[in-house]
């Protein structure tokens, strides 16, 4: 993966490109040996391309291959790699390139303003809204039904923050405290600004490829052994934000395809999405890691810890790498490979791996991406 | 910025109508001040905003149904800053509204001394009204 930052002299097919390479270095592969591309990238709005998947197409390697481009907003992160596992799982593809990619600082000045254009243009849009009021209604509302308080969700924050010290690259690495979480920026009450991960520029990529081809690159063999997700509704206002049932529904799938019954004592580390600080809580509750409103309690015990029971984030995550939204894939599924393969260096957590999750969350607070991989 | 660049647009323009469903909802809402619902009875669920379709099955919904301007704040959220960062003058609060009897809601501003979920409101209608979610002003207690 690449460095994450505010704004990269790389292209988008540049960064595609440094992504792609050093992944295909990694598995001692060439671009000829890729049989099928599989490209992650949220809306065109971002690079302010339209049709941006063609776009980066030769810095993704795709040209003259099958090459297939997946969005499903933040979710795109976990799905693409999903995607790339059907085209080799089906058997179409012995090699794979998965390679995911945003670049956000072309939307000028912010992009909050291409997200001010995912709205329902009729009931929403004329009360000018921002992306953050929805994820502060959420957030407020898990508060609500379990009586959170503010100091145990932004924990999450100075955890992850503190974790992606040890990642090359992170964009907003930090030692905080509680308190510098609390006392920063209010901008829609309960969400602060160091409860948020920034926008970023980055890219990220992994090889798929068949157990026949593989066992051939490497003795030490990671497989993808449960996929799973899931969209619910866009009209988000039917439902209860309190729990993210979509969520669960995708863990579900992925756990029965990979024949686990006890997530909490099988799963040995997890990077579930967290693009804000309750979002890490939210969704170990959504991927059945605990009780619905047990997961700041865990949080405070230290369980989630890079060296506790269940390392959650040990990458860092988006609040301490940065989110780059599909290129996230790189602190989400690279880094659950990375560490069951034993490569994740500084931020390899000590309790020998054997299975890990991964999930993204994207669209209109609707859609869960898993996918769970173990050590062969 | 010191990297070579280019300033550019995607410039395009949008007109977007509200719906077979949506055009029925806007018109009570301007023409009598009604918030009204369509309601699928085989999954007993009353859609507010309206929609000519049941999402859970599918069934082509024709039953109208006129529901409370009244609900129930559900979520909330205090705004204390623009879409560009910059700080608000003055705070303000946006909710979600459950309409009283329905499954669905509106998201809306809210003005109240101090919002709680779980609080009871009622819409706000202005007297101009031209068929638009603005003809809510707010929901008030
Ligand atoms: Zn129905």
Sequence with gaps: MTIFRRRLQETGKEMSYEASKMALEEAGLELKDVDSVVLGSAPDAFDGIHLKGENLLDGAGGAGKPYLRVFVGGGTAVFSPIAGWWHVASGLAD?????????MSSCFPHPQSAFGHIWDPILDRPLKPNLVWIFAMEMNRYMTVHGIKKEDIARVAVKNKRNALDHPCAQLAADLTIEDVL???????????????????????MILASEEVAKKLTDDLVYLSGAGWCIDSTMWTDRDLYFPEYVARAAKMAYKMAKIENPPKEIDVAEPYDPFDYKELHHMEGLLL??????????????????????????????????????TMGIKACEIYWQLAGKAGKRQVPNDPQVGICQAWGDLMQYGSVLIMRRG | MSFTHWHGDMEAQYIYTAGIAGERFF????????????????????YVPPRMYCEKCFAELDEWKDVPLEGEVVAHTEVHV?????????????????????????VHYIKAPEV?????????????????????EHFAP
């Design chain 2, 27 to 46: 018109r009570e809402l301007k023409d009598n001040g009604k918030l009204v619902g369509t309601r699928c009875p085989k999954c007993d669920i009353t």
């Design chain 2, 116 to 136: 709680r979920n779980g609080m009871k409101v009622k819409a706000v209608l202005k007297d101009d009204r031209v068929g638009s979610i603005l003809d809510i």
């Design chain 1, 290 to 327: 605990c009780d619905k409103g047990e997961a700041p309690i865990l949080t405070r015990e230290g369980v989630t810890e890079r060296d506790g029971d269940l390392p959650v984030c040990p990458s860092g995550g988006l609040l301490g790498v940065g989110n780059p939204i599909a290129a």
């Design chain 1, 95 to 103: 090699v794979c390139l998965v390679v995911a990619e945003e670049k």
């Design chain 1, 183 to 205: 006392n920063s920026e209010v901008l829609a009450w309960p969400v602060q600004m160091l409860d948020i991960s920034p926008p970023s520029d980055g890219a990220s990529a």
């Design chain 2, 82 to 106: 623009d879409i560009e960062d910059n700080k608000l003058a003055e705070p303000f609060v946006i909710g979600f509204v459950r309409i009283d009897g329905t499954q669905g809601g509106l």
